[in-house]
Each structure stands twice: as structure tokens, then as C-alpha cells.
């Protein structure tokens, strides 16, 4: 898997990107922009990357969105749940420090 890092500006050029953060282009790799170092923006273009891998590019780009996307905004659902969590158990902790 290849990772391609690029300023922002590159995707404001007209190459049909939009303002996406990252973009998985098959089994070549993905491209992310400076804003698109994000865990879930990764992950979820990582998981993008292994279908076109494991099902072939062909199949993964004719299944239904629904099934492709889900695959993908699952895996980032179940890690920002798990790091909300974690983010809690912090905050609750710090409270019951706290002096009355």
C-alpha cells in the first residue's frame, strides 16, 4: 500500500477531487491531503484500499455504495467509539480528582 502525502492546494486543481481529504485510487495507493492525517480519514480510505485488494477493483467499484461505504464508515465508527470511550474514562477521572 502506498501512502502519497500532498498540500492542500493540489486538490483545489479541477482533477475531479473536490475537497476531499484523502482518495483511495485503486491498488496504486492513496492520496491525502494536509487535512486528511487524520485517524478515520485514513482508516477509512485503508479499508477502501483493501477491497479494491481483496475483492479486485472491478468488484469493489460495481458493488452497491451502501455496501462498500458501510464496510469502510463501520471500521471508523467502532474506532471513534472506542476512543470516545477512552476520552470519557479520562474526563471522569480528572473530575473525581477534583476538589468539591
Not at 58 to 75: N, R, Y
Amino acid at each position: 500500500m502506498r501512502l502519497l502525502s500532498h498540500d492542500a492546494r493540489f486538490f483545489e486543481v479541477p482533477f475531479g477531487l473536490g475537497q476531499r481529504a484523502c482518495l483511495t485510487i485503486g491498488t496504486l495507493g492513496i492520496v491525502i491531503n494536509s487535512r486528511g492525517w487524520k485517524p478515520f480519514y485514513v482508516r477509512h480510505e485503508m479499508i477502501h484500499h483493501l477491497q479494491n485488494e481483496q475483492l479486485g477493483m472491478l468488484t469493489a467499484w460495481t458493488k452497491p455504495k451502501w455496501f462498500v461505504e458501510g464496510m469502510a464508515i463501520l471500521s471508523v465508527r467502532t474506532h471513534v467509539q472506542s476512543y470516545l470511550g477512552h476520552l470519557r474514562n479520562i474526563a471522569h477521572n480528572l473530575i473525581a480528582g477534583m476538589p468539591a
